[in-house]
């Protein structure tokens, strides 16, 4: 049980006390009235002796009696009605409240810290003796245990309303006190009628009540006198008469001022009548100011709802009768009014309002003075020395005297309760076999009653010794007799006597207390009594720290003839649990939860709202979802009738955002009470701020926002800028791509460098995008805000008027850091305005999210001028979707009229507050009539609540930022920034592009050109310049030529449309190749701009509002097969400076699929065309193309013909084509393979000189009918781009091979400079397509770069092999080094040899045996250095096939020659070869070594011979 303020011992002393009539004269009575007060209530608060009392028992030893209270009340002669007790014992229960304001008590058992109550403790624990011991152990301990006033409350009142019974005599009147006024004209005579008129009550039939203990009770006669109005001497003579006649003893004269005392005193007088009359008002029904004032002033709502809500019903008010006035629960408030007997609830509530407000002004006792309070407090004393505990003594003895005489046996009864006890025991009957002998009677002189008296008598005065002998005998006659009633009446008090004895020997007889509570229960069916004796033992077994016995008592003692007393002692009984030495906290939750039920069955809503949320602490957050939605639906429900609003809007949220497991029609209910009582929450302050709703869930991290207009989608042949949507997921890797590409223009823009403040656009902000930062949004141009909701519920929910909740700061920036001072606006106060000066906002007018449902909803603001916008969150009116007209038996049309009959809190009862709401009988199920009445909020809004009733709110977007990790501080505690994307910063208008692009291709060939148109819109007011395009694959695309001649303005009108600019050309003229020379910087390239950042060419470099221009865009198939994903971000600028925004960019990504189509292969290698005078027309070479057709016809191609080969280099062209092939046009079908040959020169010294300025020398070699002209675009432009790119990462991977790597020596540059060649050719072809039955012709161009002599180069990019795992090493990589000397590769070709002799030679081997032929070999220097050269004339072919096909020679002469050439000579030897017989020879066979000249070099390399020398020798 929990703690009470008074100890077991006070509590039972101050149960059982000598009880004192008072029957008064009309002017005592009105004496006394003066000081508001009658005079049972004027002497109530002395009624404690202060001092110890001594008596004799009858064996005449000394008993002391210590702390002795005598109760004193006015004679009542009617016994109350048993429903008004009722009725009293629910207004105390009612009135008595936790008090607010306490400091917690908090009480740790297990995991649970439980918020019991207050520290409210007084010092009676059983376990601790001392009270400053447990003071010290509160104080030191967690072990609190927490008081409950009201339950102490009941239980005064129940033991002060229980009427007197027959078989007992502890609520007998022992004394009457009659009182007389000074005033009265014959104290005497009135003394005498009150005499009379006691006598009467007591003796005559007319009157069973009051009971009196004995027919001689004792009369003691108290005179009144009013010293501030009677005369003292005329006092003084009347009570010198009453002494005389009643003698000093039973007499006394009390004398009492009624003055008021004036307003200037500035004593204090105490008000010792407050406690006991405030604590008391309901149970006496006499309302008290102070009383109802301090109550009204504390807790003026508590006290209203107690009595206009927890009332009984009409039948129990009809039921109290009218002559119950004459019983002090009768002389209240609610007699006065006539609340009991009529219909209409309000009128107690207003009567009690009035009895306030008429008595506020009024105090208990206010006229009386300290020595007034002294004069009271010693007439007590007297009356009880001289006059009560002599008659309680002599009482005593006589019935000791009587008992002994008619027994027969010895004069005391001690010694016959030792012969009685010493002798054999006759065995008890147990209660089974008992009876039931409840209707059996005693006569008033029977001994056994006599015996009880005494036994009664002696509790009385705490001489428990003898009063326990007493018991014990009367309860064996009454056993005997089989009187049950007196039996258990007797155990009941033979317990308590055993208990309340100081250092008793015997142990508390515990079965007899049980034996009481079950005879009193079932064979007296006396549960009042069963009751008392209940609460008395689980006093005593809770002092005992029997805490488990006693909540096994209090638990039996539940039934259902009384909610208001089950709940309490569930309560209790729960406290036992808490309080044990280990505590049982999961079955105190659960008697809680048991006794909060009977609570509100019995109209206690504040105590069963008080013990649902104690129980909560237990059951929230366990996992047990069932048990929390039960106890938070009946906190909601209970806390809205008690019009607690706030609590019922929590606890409904909270089932409502938890993890439910309720069915769906379970959840539309508490939906629907929600909405119910969230819309009588906000109807009582319609103009507060916005409340918080909690469905549905919000992510507030997946909220996303995105700048900028809505673009416009393609149409037909116009693809529009992909850009950035919300409709795109968000890719690290790809954002970081995009800000690389705008690093590099914003670079370019500001000569080479990215500015410090630069922030890369971000036009969508998400959780993953950097969000430091104040994003930048444009006047006029939307914001948009992607809100992520989810529904936890089965059931769908719908949101109207959906829309954004902002506050907006105007701010000129133009003006400085101080800007505009005009105050801000919000959208708070008025969620549906749409426009505003400063940001219109859209309204989404429904929106549904169906049950357990993820749904997206985007909401828009268009911010009209400048400054600082807040985003806050969303507002809505959250409503249950509209389901059918009828819906669990209750037509929708229906609900709605009772909805609208019920606008306010106050009407969500149609009938009286305390009746309970009527279900329909199609709402009952299976499960809603346990014993916990769970209604699952089908019971007290069903058929109020329309289903389609909405509430409005609001949620806040609380978006937490990244967690910082930067510096220590940071590193070694949790801190978070900040995340701005909902704080944008709304500056000045700027220009918008929009771009689409016309015809543009999804599928290309490698190598295919395309034309295509792109389209440049600005859809601004503000005109927009500096126009660039950044790609990281340039070779892709291109605008043309900077020069316009250069620029075919549209396709020509020649053959098939082809988009380069071509001229038709005879092809018999065309055998040599036509050359021009253009520059590269005007194709954009060695501008000074990165490779990837090309301008665009708008006429007059500015785009004016509104207008559009299209620019042709000639596009490349990439090189490699595959599926191509290709960024283009546009750049461009306002013409005018802006603060806040210096650029704008536009982004998009083009898909590109490629299929094969050629495969070219190129060499290089030297000619041998020299003059035999050693003149040379310069450097030739001979360029072998090896062409390929690697499609697999996947694209519908048939063939591919090579219409023309080109070259483009600053040093080398193409001269002609020397291929034996009379067909030029070389025509390619599936598979197939073509072999060109062609020869290069070097540029002329009028070419060279153009050279030296960096021009490019283009010549084209025609194989069809019609020369393209390789120079122009878009020919050119890839071709430098191809060139550019191929330059670029030989760069880079130059550059990652660090700088500390050796340096080449001179002789090795010009080692290699000889073997290098800068060569570049363009093959291009065209294809024949067949698509839908008609054939397109596509056209193409390939790159290949020659570099070396000798070195195979191809068209298509190498692919590298992947490299295979190796383990992994822990140390550095060493750097790739270049070779400080030449290769062999390269010094094989310093030498170039050329062989003069005539090809066929007629010789007459008849005449002359041997035939000899001259031959002059000419060798020329390659490089710009001496060598040494060897010419080795003695090699001879040794294999036999050799042999076979050339046969043998000899040559004549010198055999070795040993010669040196300077850089760039040229050299002949004459030779002569003998041939013995007719053939064919090769004359290839000198070997030649060479070396540097001035070298350390040990050996010579043996120089390559690039063709054979064959030579034909006749016979004739």
Known sequence: MAQCVQSVQEFIQDTFVPMVAVLCSEAAETSTRKNNLTFAELVRPFCRLTSEV???????????????????????????????????????????????????????????????SDRSVKASVPWYNNWKDTLTQLSSSKFHAATTPWFEAYRECFFQSMPPSDHEFLHHYLACMLVVSSRDPDPVDQFLKLSQEQHRIQHSSDYAYPKWFIPNTLKYYVLLHDVSEGEEQRAESVYEEMKQRYGTQGCYLLKFNSRIPSSGADEQIPDPWSQYLNRNNLQNQEICEDDLVSLVNKNKENYTNALELDGLDNSINDGIPNNFKSHPFQEGVLVKSGGLDGPNRAKPVETTNDAVKQNSSSAHGFSLTLTDHDRIRQFIQEFTFRGLLPHIEKTIRQLNDQLVSRKGLSRSLFTATKKWFSGSKVPEKTINELKNATSLLYPPEAPELQIRKMADLCFLVQHYDLAYSCYHTAKKDFLNDQAMLYAAGALEMAAASVFLQPGAQRQYPTHYMETAIQTYKDLCKNLVLAERCALLSAEILKSQAKYSEAATLLIRMTSEDSDLRSALLLEQAAHCFINMRSPMVRKFAFHMILAGHRYGKADQRKHALRCYSQAMQVYKGKGWSLAEDHINFTIGRQSFTLRQLDNAVSAFRHILINDSKQTAAQQESFLREYLYVYKSVSQLSPDGPLPQLPLPCIKSSATRVFFGHDRRPSEGEKQAATHVSLDQEYEREASQQWKELEEQVVAMVNKGAVPLNFQPTQYCLNSQTDNLRFPVAVVEEPVTVEVVFKNPLKVPLLLNDLSLLWKFNFRDFNKGQEGDTRESISNEKDAHIKASLGIATEVINEFQVNGEETKMARLKLLPHQTGELHILGVVYNLGTVQSTPTQDGIDSSTGAQVAASCPHVSNL??????????????????????????????????????????????????????????????????????????????????????????????????????????????????????????????????????????????????????????????????????????????????????????????PDAVLLPGASVQLPMWLRGPDEEGVHEINFLFYYESTKPHSKLSHRVLRHTAIICTSRSLSVRATACRSNVLDAEGKSDGDNLLVFLDVANINTSEAGVREFHIIQVSSGSEHWRLQKCINPDEDKDAKLSSRERAKLCFRATRCQSSEATSCTEGRY????????NEQIISATTPCADFFFQSCYAARSRKTTLQSTMGPGRPKTGGFTKLVQKCSEVDLNIIVLWKAYVVEDNKQLILEGQLHVALQSIGKEACSLPQVQEAQEMVLLKFIRPEQPQLPTRPSMEQLSHLIKISLHYPEYYDHPFHQKSLCLVPVTLVLFNCCQIEVDIIIDLRHKATSPEMLEVHGSFTWLGQTQYKIQLKGLEVHTVSLKACFVHAGVYNLGSPRIFAKLADQNVQCETSQQNSTPALIIINNI
């Open 1257 to 1264: 020398i283009f010549a084209d070699i025609v194989l069809g």
């Open 54 to 116: 001594h008596m004799r028992d009858p064996n005449n030893q000394s008993h002391v009696i210590k702390n002795l209270r005598i109760s004193v009340t006015s004679i009542v002669t009617q016994p109350p009605q048993q429903t008004a007790i009722r009725k009293l014992l629910s207004e105390v229960v009612s009135a008595s409240q936790p008090a607010e304001g306490l400091v917690a008590n908090v009480i740790t058992a297990g995991d649970y810290d439980l918020n019991i």
């Open 909 to 1098: 009862y149609s009938g009286k507050s305390g009746s309970k709401p009527q279900t329909p009988h199609s709402l009952q199920q299976p499960g809603s009539t346990d014993q916990l009445e769970y209604f699952h909020g089908l019971s007290w809004t069903e058929g109020k609540v329309p289903h389609g009733l909405s509430v409005r709110g609001r949620q806040d977007l609380e978006i937490q930022g990244p967690r910082l990790n930067n510096t220590k501080e940071e590193k070694t505690s949790v801190k978070y920034g900040p995340d701005r994307r909902l704080d944008p910063i709304i500056t000045a208008a700027m220009p918008l592009l929009e771009v689409f692009f016309i015809n543009f291709p999804t599928g290309l060939l490698c190598g295919e050109i395309r034309k295509t148109y792109v389209e440049f819109v600005n859809v601004s007011r503000c005109p927009l310049t500096g126009l660039k395009v950044v790609c990281k694959d340039p070779d892709f695309f291109s605008f043309g030529s900077k020069t316009a001649v250069l620029t075919p303005s549209s396709p020509t009108a020649s053959e098939n449309c082809s988009a380069y600019k071509t001229v038709v050309t005879d092809c018999l003229c065309m055998s040599s190749a036509a050359t021009s020379s253009v520059s590269p910087a005007d194709f954009g390239m060695g501008s000074g701009y990165p490779l990837w950042v090309i301008d665009v060419p708008l």
